[in-house]
């Protein structure tokens, strides 16, 4: 009975694992199966081919040569004492053949761009013709026409050319770059290091990088870009130009994969203002802002730190809204505001003279302005002026929060060359172990606003640390002035 019941087990047992090796078998085949899918699904989502895009598109691209008229070398050789037996020698060594002086010299550069009109409008970069004063431009079937300059934007590098032609010219359209995500499939196409007409594939690395200008919103990608392709256009793979390629990141001037170009919600809005104007009409707030940190977000009881807070309000737009310093801007034109970068961008590309609606967070609530913009480019040029503070009264120096502060005396504003309306606390010495000091507050750096309200005496800045305290805050915001640069700073509270 023993051996029988054993049998039975191992037979039992026996059907148990062919059992599971038919699992285990089946299993494996839908993983295989599943493997299979998505593979199938990932080669449909790429491209076999760009042959049939860059055939679309390349009509449209065009390689640009610029020359320009470089001036004749100034005589850097010896200079010799008439008469000296070397003269002649010397004269002919450095002027040239028979004593010419050296001729202007003509020097060309290269770069691409592309046609955004039938009528024969190319959008390049400005370092591409910049001081050129010759443009020609060559198309991919091989036609050369010479380019006049409309109108140039240093700020992103972007300009706009014309040229005239008896038949309607082959365009692209313009894409949407806020539809573009990281991953997406893009091509360059232009004229790389003068080697002609090229077209290079990669995807978007990143986007919304900013390098060094206020409007900069720059798509990242891996798709060669070399000298030359300066100025073509980026696709995507429906043939809509995303971008502007304009620089590359590189230890050795060559492409190691990281390049840039401007995205085509920013280009779109200059090159309509360099068709329309020949110049641009950026919007212009009035204001001098910063970037609104966890510190200071908590000192004035904003519950995030998002928004650009009110440094300084110029005479203009702000300043007849009611904009005060302080004041930080949380919502514009219907959007809300994420930090000063975006702002900046959103303000500049609202256009000229209309009526905004700016709110700001003040005092612990939201106001709503109306603000009617100026221009940029005129209050750049030197068109507007600064605000004055009303004069407060003077008061005795004292130490406070690790700060040795006087009041302004006249004396103090001619020595830091402040005007003669400016009030406030000038820092005279800073303790090395305070918070204050940590927070980078130097000697002749001047407190105007603590807790957003004018200060002219310590009296005026404890109270304004008192009333931080009991709204239960661990920070005063202070407004500091250094020079020209007004910026905020959060001081602890803390013991």
């Known amino acids: 009975m023993t051996i029988r019941a054993l049998d ?5 047992t026996g059907a148990m694992h ?3 090796q038919v699992i285990w078998m089946i299993a494996l085949a839908l993983v295989l199966t599943l493997f299979q899918v998505t593979q199938a699904a990932a080669q449909e989502n790429r491209p076999v ?3 049939d895009l860059a055939e679309r598109v390349s009509p449209a691209v065009v390689n640009i040569t610029t020359t320009t008229t470089v001036a004749a070398r100034t005589q850097d050789g010896p200079r010799l004492p008439e008469g000296s037996p070397f003269e002649d020698f010397f004269r002919d060594f450095f002027d040239g053949p028979q004593g010419r002086p050296e001729r202007p010299r003509q020097n060309q550069a290269l770069g691409s761009g592309f046609v955004i009109s039938p009528d024969g409008f190319i959008v390049t970069n400005n370092h591409v013709i910049e001081r050129a004063d010759e443009i020609r431009v060559e198309f991919y079937s091989g036609l050369e026409l010479r380019a006049e300059l409309v109108g140039t934007d240093p700020a992103t590098d972007i300009a706009l050319l014309r040229v005239d032609h008896d038949q309607p010219l082959p365009h692209v359209p313009w894409g949407d770059s806020e539809a573009a995500r990281v991953g997406d499939w893009v091509i360059a196409v232009g004229n790389p290091l003068g080697q002609g007409f090229s077209v290079s594939a990669g995807i978007i690395s990143a986007r919304g990088r900013a390098l060094q200008g206020n409007f900069d919103d720059y798509i990242q990608t891996d798709a060669a870009i070399n000298r030359g392709n300066s100025g073509g256009p980026l696709f995507n793979m429906d043939g809509e130009v995303i971008g502007v390629n304009t620089a590359i990141l590189s230890p050795t001037g060559g492409s190691i994969g990281i390049g840039f170009a401007m995205s085509s919600n920013v280009a779109t809005n200059v090159v309509d203002q360099l068709r329309d104007f020949g110049s641009t009409r950026r919007g212009w707030l009035g204001v001098r802002i910063q970037d609104v940190t966890e510190d200071m977000a908590e000192a004035i009881g904003l519950t995030e730190a998002r928004g650009a807070m009110v440094t300084d309000v110029m005479d203009g737009p702000s300043k007849d809204a ?3 310093a302080g004041d930080v801007i949380i919502r514009f034109d219907g959007g809300d505001v994420r930090d000063t970068r975006q702002l900046v961008r959103r303000v ?7 009526d ?3 709110v700001v967070f003040r005092s612990g609530e ?6 009617t913009l100026g221009q940029r480019e005129l209050a750049e040029a030197g068109a ?5 503070a009303p004069e407060q009264p003077e008061a005795e120096a004292a130490t406070f929060l690790g700060l040795e502060l006087r009041p302004l005396t006249d004396r103090l504003r001619a020595e830091l060359d402040l005007p003669a309306t400016m009030n406030g606390l000038v820092v005279i010495s800073v303790d090395e172990g305070s918070d204050a000091a940590q927070r980078g507050i130097m000697v002749n750096d001047l407190i105007t606003e603590a807790n957003q309200q004018p200060v002219s005496s310590v009296a005026d800045l404890i109270a304004r640390a008192d009333e931080a305290r009991e709204a239960g805050r661990r920070s005063l915001l202070v407004l500091l002035r250094r020079g020209s640069d007004p910026r905020f700073v959060a001081l602890s509270l803390e013991d």
């Open 8 to 12: 039975a087990t191992r037979g039992a």
């Open 18 to 20: 062919g059992a599971m």
């Open 49 to 51: 081919s760009f042959a």
């Open 322 to 324: 009611g904009v005060l």
């Open 348 to 354: 500049a590309d609202a256009g000229v003279g209309r």
């Open 356 to 358: 905004v609606e700016v």
């Open 366 to 371: 939201e106001v709503t302005l109306s603000v």
């Open 384 to 388: 507007v002026g600064t605000p004055s």
